[in-house]
């Protein structure tokens, strides 16, 4: 069993930084991709950005150059430091993983990110 524990969102003014933090604990031999999704009221869910093992990156392009994503293997832990944040970032984030030969997918409880205008 794999547990996904997020931490570090809240209320920011626009303009201002957040950095979300998603610890990933219980029966893992390798955690491939781990990503950030997020999904905003009335809306869809959407990917916000994803690294792989290698340390290869991708992002949505409403985020680029604002929204970095990191990981560090030796604590299975995944970050979002979000700086520029906009009110159209509010929203519940998700962190998300694929462990294990066969992909296994976990998603996180999810944590509010609120931007106020």
């Known amino acids: 069993q794999v547990q996904l524990v997020e931490s570090g969102g809240g209320l920011v003014q626009a303009g201002g930084s957040l950095r979300l933090s998603c610890g990933a604990s219980g029966s893992i031999f390798s955690i491939n991709t781990m990503a950030w999704y997020r999904q905003a009221p009335g809306k869809e869910r959407e990917l916000v950005a994803r690294i792989t093992s290698r340390g290869i990156t991708n992002y949505a392009d409403s985020v680029k150059g604002r929204l970095t994503i990191s990981r560090d293997n030796t604590k299975n832990t995944v970050y979002l430091q979000m700086n520029s944040l906009k009110p159209e970032d509010t929203a519940v984030y998700y962190c998300?993983?694929?462990?294990?030969?066969?992909?296994?997918?976990?998603w996180g409880q999810g944590t509010q990110v609120t931007v106020s205008s």
């Open positions: 998300y993983v694929l462990i294990g030969s066969n992909l296994n997918a976990y």
